[in-house]
């Protein structure tokens, strides 16, 4: 039987997940108004988006750690 | 050719430019401030978020681990909803040009919205400039209410929380002062000189 950190590691993997996916698919929504509007997406939102993927890849690589020591019951 | 002014904001927008002799007046969105209500309300949500997870983990619970996976899941949710939040300001235009007024809303995924007058069409033009509070005054952020042939249809275009709002107000004012000398419009009444002492009443039948 899953324990409750299992079940919370999990979730969190899942939530990152769904939050960096729904970030690119906003930004390329984005990418497609410079055709429609011809207005460029800020440099400082881009920044911001190469933030998000560098801290989401990395929290879900350490919470997958996590996911996998709990999973072996350690 | 792109009449570039100080109430256009950069960028490429001559694909708004469709009618013969037509040029950009204003291109201008919300101010930036506008931002700081949803910012601080997500900030505030986040920030009870962490604490709450981090009592009920660390304090009830003594799982540090569990609460840090919490705080991070937060983190990252709150900088995907900074982006979208950005990203919607910035995609929201106001565009005035000698020959019609359009607003642009533009949510990836959700929604492109484009509200568009055409200025041809309309008789009369009243443009209010509203602002209140300390704040507004303080920072010169307000709306601009453009009513089209009030008398009649009473449809009204806003331009809210604007940037420079009282400036743009004028400027608009003064542009659309001149619009009979972009496209002849009838006088309503004139002199006619081939008879004495009469003035003619001249309209427009539309069938």
């Known amino acids: 039987m899953m324990n409750i950190y299992t079940i919370f590691y999990a979730l969190s993997i899942f939530t990152i997940l769904s939050s960096v996916i729904f970030n690119l698919l906003y930004l390329h929504g984005a990418k497609n108004a410079e055709h429609s509007i011809h207005l460029k997406t800020p440099i400082s939102i881009q920044r911001l988006s190469k933030l998000q993927l560098i801290v989401s890849l990395s929290s879900m690589l350490f919470i997958s750690l996590l996911l996998l020591a709990s999973i072996n019951g350690k | 050719m792109q009449d570039v002014n100080k109430y ?85 235009l106001y565009i005035a040009t000698t020959r019609k007024i359009l607003e642009v809303r533009y949510s990836p995924l959700a929604s492109f919205n484009q509200d568009q007058v055409l200025l041809d069409q309309v008789k009369c ?64 009444w004139y002199r006619d000189t081939s008879r004495r002492n009469n003035f003619a009443y001249f309209d427009e039948t539309f069938t």
């Open chain 2, 8 to 92: 256009v904001i950069s960028g490429d927008w001559r694909k708004f430019l469709t009618m013969p002799n037509e040029r950009l007046l204003v291109v201008t969105r919300k101010h930036p401030l506008i931002l700081l209500g949803p910012l601080l309300s997500l900030a505030f949500i986040s920030l009870l978020g962490i604490v709450a997870s981090v009592y009920l983990f660390i304090i009830s619970f003594s799982s540090e681990l569990i609460a840090f996976t919490v705080v991070i899941t937060i983190v990252n949710v709150f900088i995907s909803l900074l982006i979208k939040i950005f990203i919607d300001w910035y995609f929201n």
């Open chain 2, 125 to 188: 033009t009243e443009i209010d400039t509203l602002k209140s509070g300390l704040i507004s005054d303080f920072i010169d952020m307000g709306n601009i209410a453009i009513t089209f042939d009030r008398p009649t249809h009473h449809d009204i275009f806003y331009l809210e929380n604007i940037r420079n709002s009282r400036v743009i107000g004028i400027h608009l004012s003064n542009e659309y002062a001149q619009r009979g000398h972009y496209y002849p419009q009838g006088e309503m």
